[in-house]
């Protein structure tokens, strides 16, 4: 089946993987978040697929229990100062780098992205965060963290001085004429004399106007006044529904809100986050599903309160049968971990606990009272070891051959789940090297993804054009 649509693929750049064990898994480089050269090899696999972005998360606080949780996002480069590495080492991927509003000046994210928009020669993204975790505040002298009500207040007349700052400089205001000595033409010059409630801001911008005119805007969110920035102001919006109908609903939200400020629906793109464990067959990507999940520790099964730290993934629960129980609504602490769980737990389980059981049997291929055998797809029975990945795995996981995760990438583009996705590389460069050897080429012998660029902004990469600039819009109109 071919598509005339194509979707768009970005990939999240943890360096020691998006898995919380994948730093330790063969293969992978546990000191990469400090290696440039690293991370350029990185994203250079990635433009080599024709992938539309690399992603640069970003927190502003951290802990040293997400050592054992989160290490990613515990310890990393500062995103702009990498940006401007890799932008050196690349020619056309996007860049997307994270910015908090809450803990920042308009100017000065308006100056950043601006210049990392004029060296990359047009493939600068920024990644709106509000911020959710409160110990950001200590680092800033806060006195506390903001709700969530007044961040978004600030954030939203953020992005319109933002916004302005960037369109200061009219297209050809840099005239730079040597023969007559004409530097720039003043006219073509704005000072945006913002007087908001948050903002006072005299500008214009000293960088001039970005390549793209306005840098691409990322954000992310499930609360009613993310969907509304999102669907106002956003143009990739990140999502993080793990099945098709929530996906779905978050899709048509997002899309409609939209269309209520007068923007059509290939104007803002929706691309849910995805985790792919792929190989050559399915039976090979368990084994190094498994094999992940097999390197994380356990916690002692008395420890039940769930309270485990996860950084910009909120709380865990603890790796152990107790937690199980808890989660499934039947007792099961005592049993040896690799022991078989009896088929008759089905009938005992709750909601939530058949749900588990379902997932489970999905990414792995065993089930309850399943066949031990060791086919092409895996097969065997479900153990209790399997009950604690399955209750601690977060978020949209796909674990199988090539066919198999085409097939889950084209059902959700199809479906109205998504314009693309956003690759969780569960450990790198391993899993980057898979998906682009594996996935991509499948993808585009269904003519689902590219196979070259077709241009070199990262505008061009998401058929969105280039914005009028305001202030010579509003010259033009008078």
Same mark, same amino acid.
């Given at each position: ?11 999240m750049?943890?360096?020691?993987g ?43 606080a ?16 500062e ?68 709700d ?25 205001a ?6 007559s ?9 704005h ?5 908001g ?7 214009p ?10 840098? %691409? !805007?990322?954000?992310? &969110?499930? @609360?009613?006044?993310?969907? /509304?920035? *999102?669907?106002?102001?956003?143009? +990739? ?9 929530d ?20 104007? %803002? !793109?929706?691309?849910? &986050?995805l @985790?792919?464990?792929v190989? /050559?067959? *399915?039976?090979?990507?368990?084994? +190094?599903?498994?094999?992940?999940n097999a ?25 152990? !049968?107790?937690s ?8 099961v ?6 022991d ?34 060791d086919?092409?797809?895996?097969g065997?029975?479900?153990?209790y070891?399997?009950?604690i ?24 583009f ?65």
């Open positions: 089946m071919t598509s005339t649509r194509q979707l768009h693929l970005g990939l750049f943890w360096a020691t998006t898995h919380t064990a994948g730093w330790r898994y063969p293969g992978s480089k546990a000191d990469g978040a400090y290696d440039i050269g690293f991370i350029q090899q990185v994203t250079r696999i990635a433009e080599a697929a024709k992938f539309d972005f690399l992603f640069l998360g970003d927190r502003l951290t802990d040293a229990a997400l050592a054992a949780t989160n290490p990613a996002q515990m310890s990393r480069l995103p702009f100062t990498a940006a401007a590495a890799i932008a050196a080492a690349t020619e056309s991927i996007g860049i997307v780098v994270t910015a908090n509003p809450t803990y920042s000046d308009p100017y000065t994210i308006a100056r950043l992205t601006a210049s990392l928009d004029h060296l990359s020669r047009g493939r600068a993204s920024w990644n709106l965060v509000t911020g959710a975790d409160a110990a950001a505040a200590a680092n800033f002298s806060r006195a506390e963290h903001w969530a009500e007044r961040r978004y207040d600030w954030a939203d007349e953020f992005v319109d001085v933002v916004r302005d700052l960037w369109d200061s400089w009219e297209d050809g840099l005239v730079r004429d040597q023969a000595g004409r530097y720039i033409d003043p006219a073509a010059v000072s945006i004399d913002h007087e409630e948050h903002f006072r801001v005299a500008g911008l000293n960088v001039v106007r970005p390549p793209q005119g306005q840098v %691409v !805007l990322l954000h992310a &969110g499930t @609360s009613e006044r993310s969907r /509304e920035l *999102a669907g106002r102001e956003a143009d +990739v919006v990140f999502a993080g529904q793990s099945n098709l109908e996906a779905q609903e978050y899709y048509a939200d997002i899309k409609a809100r939209a269309a209520s400020h007068g923007r059509g629906p290939d104007e %803002v !793109l929706i691309l849910p &986050g @985790s792919v464990i190989a /050559e067959t *399915a039976a090979e990507a368990v084994v +190094v599903y498994d094999r992940l390197l994380l520790p356990l916690d002692p099964e008395e420890e039940v309160v769930d309270s485990v730290r996860f950084g910009g993934l909120g709380q865990g629960l603890k790796r152990n !049968l107790a199980v129980s808890r989660v499934i609504g039947v007792d602490t005592g049993n040896a971990l690799d078989e769980v009896p088929s008759s737990i089905a009938d005992e389980v709750n909601d939530d606990g058949s749900r588990i059981l379902a997932r489970i049997a999905v990414l792995t291929r065993r089930t309850l009272g399943g066949e031990d055998d086919g092409d797809d895996g065997g029975r479900i153990t070891r399997d009950l990945d399955g209750i601690a795995r977060q978020g949209a996981v796909v674990v199988g051959d090539p066919v198999e995760v085409a097939d889950h990438l084209q059902l959700w199809e479906s109205g789940a998504a314009d693309g996705f956003n690759i969780f590389p569960d450990f790198v460069p391993g899993s980057v090297d898979a998906f682009t050897r594996l996935v991509v080429p499948e993808l585009q012998r269904r003519g689902l993804f590219r196979t070259e660029y077709d241009g070199g902004t990262f505008r061009e990469h998401l058929g969105l054009a280039v914005p009028a600039n305001r202030f010579a819009s509003e010259e033009a109109a008078r």
